[in-house]
């Protein structure tokens, strides 16, 4: 079964393609884009489970220089 989650990245003024560039280097990320409103960037991911979610936020994605903070939605399968 495969678990899906978005990712709201806040980041740094300016830091958007340096940010989308980095992500899209992470298997596990499906699609990313720039967005307006709350948040600069949108990420799809889709992993194995609950766990390597987990893992690319907290140790990828908000490692990533000027990453502010990041939300996430889970779906439900």
Do not use: P, W
Request: net charge negative; aromatic share 6%.
């Amino acid at each position: 079964m495969v678990e899906t989650a978005y990712v709201m990245i806040n980041c740094e003024m300016g830091a958007e393609g340096t940010i989308v560039e980095g992500v899209k280097s992470f298997d596990s990320v499906k699609e990313v884009s720039g967005v307006f409103g709350n948040y600069d960037i949108i990420v799809k991911l889709e992993c194995s489970d609950i766990d390597e979610i987990r893992d690319i936020i907290a140790k990828k994605i908000r490692h990533l220089s000027q990453v502010k903070c990041t939300t996430t939605l889970m779906c439900a399968n």
